[in-house]
């Protein structure tokens, strides 16, 4: 299977409703690989790595997100696969 990797900037209200916290549940559900961190501007940011299938599948996911958050959009920007990470963390 093609390994890829996505970073992602999702904007709403995506700050104080456990969407971290919940990127990284999916995340390793789907054994994707990678971070999700909060920015100060209110955004969140997430970087995925893993097949493409599952990469592509925590990208749908981050059309919606946490129950409790409000997606208004979601920036996915592609690049190249490294393979440095080891699993998926909340970064701070």
């Known amino acids: 299977m093609t390994k890829t990797r996505a970073r992602v900037l999702i ?3 995506v700050q104080g409703v456990c969407f971290r916290m ?3 549940r999916a995340a390793k559900a789907r054994q ?5 961190r909060n920015l100060a501007d209110g ?3 997430a970087v995925f790595e893993g097949d493409s299938a599952d990469v592509d599948s ?3 996911w981050c059309e919606t997100g946490a129950p409790m958050a409000r997606v208004d959009k979601v920036a996915v920007e592609r ?5 440095e990470f080891g699993g998926f963390r909340i970064a701070f």
Do not use: A, F, I, S
């Not at 994707?32 to 999700?36: A, E, H, I, Q, S």
């Not at 690049?79 to 393979?83: D, H």
């Open 32 to 36: 994707v690989t990678g971070w999700v």
């Open 43 to 45: 955004r969140v940011e």
């Open 22 to 24: 919940e990127t990284q």
């Open 11 to 13: 904007q709403g209200r």
């Open 79 to 83: 690049e190249l696969y490294t393979g």
């Open 58 to 60: 925590m990208l749908q």
